[in-house]
């Protein structure tokens, strides 16, 4: 069973930073796709930004590319999400997701695990 466990929001003011993390077990963590997504109220989950297990490569949505950095460190099973220059736009809960594809990175329904959400308000 994969388990995903997020961390580090928080109250900022705009302008701030906060990184956010996932740790994860119960799998082979780099052999998953490791997703970020947001859920504002009233609002449907969305697409923050994605690392692929195979090739590397890591995606962005447009809202937060230039602002927002995905890492991963393997060796600790953990993936980042450095948040900077926030806007109160971005506040939502944030959710880590875990899928073994790497295809239909881009949508929450591509993936089949996912951690509880932390919560990040950005204050204007």
């Known amino acids: 069973q994969v388990q995903l466990v997020e961390s580090g929001g928080g109250l900022v003011q705009a302008g701030g930073s906060l990184r956010l993390s996932c740790a994860a077990s119960g799998h082979t963590f780099n052999a998953y796709t490791m997703g970020w997504f947001r859920q504002a109220p009233g609002k449907e989950r969305e697409f923050v930004a994605a690392?692929?297990?195979?090739?590397?490569?890591?995606y962005y949505a447009d809202s937060v590319k230039g602002r927002f950095t995905l890492s991963r460190d393997n060796a600790k099973n953990t993936v980042y999400l450095q948040m900077n220059s926030l806007k109160p736009e971005d506040t939502a809960v944030y959710y880590c997701?875990?899928?073994?594809?790497?295809?239909?990175?881009?949508?929450?329904?591509?993936?089949?695990?996912w951690g509880q959400g932390t919560q990040v308000t950005v204050s204007s």
């Open positions: 690392s692929i297990w195979s090739g590397g490569n890591t």
């Open positions: 997701a875990a899928q073994p594809w790497g295809s239909h990175y881009y949508t929450a329904s591509g993936y089949n695990y």
